[in-house]
C-alpha cells in the first residue's frame, strides 16, 4: 500500500492506495502535509478522514447514480465503475475503483458526505474565479458555461473549475477553498482560499447583464447544484441548513453573458 497524507481546506486526509497509478493521480491533485507539521498523524488516528482505495473493480462508467444503503454502521454507494464503504461518521472509507475516473467521483461522492455530515460545508457542480481578492462562482446546469467562464478569466485565480469548496466558518461567513476536484485545469490556485463574495447562476444569451435573486429564490436554485445523494433524513436536513447559510451570506443573480469576457463588468 502507497502512503498519502493530504491536506483539503481546513481537513487533514490519511490515503492507502493499492496501486501506484492511483497513487500518482492522488499526489498529483490533493495537496500534501508538509513533513514535520503533524507527526502524530498515522493510519489508524490524527486524520479527520482516513481513506483506503483499491484498483480493479467493476466496469466503466453507465451514467447511471449510485445506488445506496444504509446498514447503520456503515453507508454503500455503490456505482458500475466504484463501490464506497464509508462509517457511518464519516471518518473512515473503503473505496474500490475501475479507473481514475471512476476515482475522483468517489472521492467528490465521500467528501461532499463527509463535509455534509459535520455541518462543515459543501461541494458544488461549479467554476469559481478570484477578483480583486474576492471569490465568485458560477453554477449552472452542465453545458450553461462553467468550462467556458473558466476559459474566458485568464489570468484570474481558479479555485475550481468543476466541484467547487465551500466551507461555513464559525462566524457564519462561507470560505472558498482551492478544490482538488478538477476537470480540465489540473494546477492548483495560487491562492489557497478567499471569502465568497457572490453566486452566478448561468445562462447564454446575446446580451450581457445580471438579474438579482432572492435569497429564497437562490436557495432553490443553488440546492441541485450540490454533491449530494440522499439516503438519510438527518444529513438532508445538514444539506439544506449548509445551502441556506451559504445564501445567506452571499449575493446571487442570475448572469446572462456572451462568450466574452465582458460579463465581469457586470459583477466586480
Known amino acids: 500500500m502507497y502512503k498519502y497524507e493530504a491536506v483539503v481546506g481546513p481537513n487533514l486526509l490519511y490515503f492507502q492506495i493499492a496501486t501506484a497509478h492511483l497513487y500518482e493521480w492522488v499526489a498529483a491533485h490533493f495537496k500534501a502535509l508538509e513533513p514535520g507539521v503533524r507527526p502524530d498523524v498515522t493510519e489508524t488516528r490524527g486524520a479527520e478522514l482516513r481513506i483506503t482505495i483499491h484498483d480493479f473493480y467493476g466496469g466503466p462508467y453507465d451514467d447511471e447514480d449510485p445506488v445506496i444503503e444504509d446498514t447503520g454502521s456503515a453507508i454503500l454507494y455503490m456505482r ?3 463501490k464506497l464503504i464509508a462509517s457511518s461518521h464519516y471518518c473512515e472509507a473503503e473505496i474500490y475503483v475501475f479507473d481514475e475516473l471512476a476515482m475522483k467521483h468517489a472521492l467528490i461522492n465521500l467528501y461532499s458526505a463527509f463535509l455534509i455530515h459535520r455541518r462543515e460545508g459543501l461541494l458544488v457542480h461549479s467554476s469559481c474565479l478570484i477578483q480583486d481578492d474576492k471569490a465568485y462562482m458560477f453554477a449552472g446546469p452542465s453545458g450553461a458555461g462553467k468550462s467556458t467562464v473558466v476559459e474566458l478569466s485568464y489570468p484570474r485565480p481558479i479555485l475550481s473549475d468543476e466541484a467547487t469548496y465551500l466551507h461555513v466558518e464559525s462566524d457564519g461567513a462561507i470560505r472558498v477553498y482551492d478544490s482538488p476536484f478538477r476537470s480540465d485545469v489540473e494546477t492548483p490556485c495560487s491562492v489557497p482560499s478567499c471569502a465568497l463574495a457572490g453566486i ?15 435569497k429564497s429564490d437562490a436557495f432553490l436554485t443553488l440546492l441541485d447544484k450540490v454533491f449530494y445523494w440522499k439516503h438519510n433524513r438527518l444529513e438532508t436536513a445538514n444539506m439544506i441548513w449548509l445551502t441556506k447559510a451559504v445564501v445567506q451570506h ?19
Open 80 to 82: 458500475s465503475d466504484y
Open 200 to 214: 452566478l447562476f448561468l445562462n447564454q444569451s446575446p446580451d450581457v447583464y445580471t438579474t438579482p435573486l432572492s
Open 250 to 268: 452571499a449575493s446571487a443573480h442570475q448572469l446572462y453573458f456572451q462568450k466574452n469576457a465582458t460579463f465581469w463588468e457586470r459583477i466586480s
